[in-house]
């Protein structure tokens, strides 16, 4: 029988097991999903890796995140690495993503059927995974791709290139070639723009461009895709996107979009800054709050290469030269581990020691879209990383693209050719060029860059506000999730 008031209680069925990629970028921004429709009451069952879940606990006050959302829980998987032989989540998040395609699929039958899950939101890049089962099972399957719509589309766009010729890139003298058949960005992309997989030469433990091209394409099936970005940022990729996806859910920015929707919600009980809630997997050093707070106005290029990113002694030594150089004042994320090679502190050259001492600050990990707001703050120089785009564009802050790989490669080509917000300086790394481009950033354009950024700033603002695009995909996504059932 059914229970007094149940029939308004339609969200009381839904229940969605959330299933991001075990990596930095893409559990926070998951994460965010996940707190977006627990906000508004869906169920959220959201699974992590073992290794993945053990950083949150350390890192982030798990707690608050639980207490804040009552219809929230986690379950954690293995993704049969032991601790000795991890590869972690860096840049062999590959061998990661490899391992859970091949064995996680009864760990994942198992929490779909004791949990009673009516919809699965699973990482694309475990596509043929995550459709295979919830067709199985007779669930709705949503796919989420935390990254850049361009990114997605160039994969979608590769077996035409294939076919027209246009792939495979044939070496490093074929990298400013331009490349033609894909449509919405047409005579754009040279193939050095294109995601790092498709180069001959890839850095990094990466998924083969075979297996990203089959995953993304598994994504055609999925009953919805959500992507993080919004309108008015892709419409002209988007708009070649939704012929062949009729359910394409964009969201985005998450970050600024899930803290309106808070105070929407007026859950005063609501923390906006823990680190939790924002999934943290690195534990945050807030003094840089403090020395920002010290500087003037537009003064500081925040320097940072996300969560993968690694970097050779001869590149820190060139950037750090450029960076001490250009005169300005720099914070810059140094994360352990992130130098190949090692620097001993007696290997730093003394000019680098006392320019940093004038006006740099190093950190081992910040609370970025913080820092990315900060007044002081008037350039970055980023990896292209899509969540650090997005905070940067957000924030109306202009960038230098310095892409390490995987879709870092088109989203800077986007940045420095579409959206005109700043630099692009991939595949190069020159102390004299550092130097020079910190400054156009900084000083000769920095009027235009800064003007672009604010106009960028304003429209993703206006997405996510009541009417906007982001707001009104989010109200219908929810509609859509409520109305699943086994
Ligand atoms: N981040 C942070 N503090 C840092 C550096 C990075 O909080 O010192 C966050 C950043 O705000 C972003 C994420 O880590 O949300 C990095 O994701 P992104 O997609 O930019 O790059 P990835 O780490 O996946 O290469």
Known sequence: AKMKGEENLGAVVAHVLAFPCPAQGHVNSMLKVAQLLALHDVRVTFVNTDYVHNRLVRFGDIDTLLASYPTLQFKTISDCFTEED??????????????INLHAKPLLRDILLTQKVTCLIADGVFGSLTNILARQLGITIIHFRAVSACSIWSYLCSPKLLECNE??????????????NTPGMENLLRCRDLPSMFRPNRKGHLMSIDSVVFQTQQSLQADAFILNTF????????????????????????????????????????????????????PVDRSCMVWLDDQPERSVIYVSFGSVALITREELLEIWYGLVNSKKRFLWVMRPH??????????????????????????????????????????????????STLESIEAGVPMICWPYFADQQIN???????????????????????????????????????????????????SVIEGGSSYCNLDDLIHYIKSTTL
Do not use: Y
Request: charged share 30%; proline share 4%.
């Open 86 to 99: 991890h590869p972690g989540i860096g840049d062999r998040v590959g061998d990661v993503i490899n391992s």
């Open 167 to 180: 792939l495979p890139i044939r070496g490093d003298e074929d990298m400013d070639r331009i490349i033609c």
């Open 231 to 282: 309108e008015d940022l892709e419409i002209p990729v988007l708009s070649q996107m939704r012929l062949h996806f009729p359910k394409l859910f964009t969201i985005g920015p998450l970050h600024h979009h899930l803290n309106l929707r808070k105070s929407e919600a007026n859950k005063a009980s609501l923390p906006n800054d823990t680190n939790s809630l924002k999934g943290n997997l690195f």
């Open 338 to 387: 992130m130098i190949t090679g090692k620097v001993g502190e007696d290997q730093i050259p003394v000019e680098l020691e006392e320019g940093t001492k004038d006006r740099g600050f190093m950190a081992e990990w910040t609370p970025q879209d913080e820092v990315l707001r900060h007044k002081a703050i008037g350039g970055f120089l980023t990896h292209s990383g899509w969540n």
């Open 412 to 462: 800077s080509r986007f940045v420095s050719e579409v959206w005109k917000l700043g630099l692009d300086m991939k595949d190069v790394c020159d102390r004299n060029i550092v130097e020079n481009i910190v400054n156009d950033l900084m000083v000769h354009r920095q009027e235009e860059f800064l003007k672009s950024a604010q106009k960028m700033a304003t429209l993703a603002h206006k």
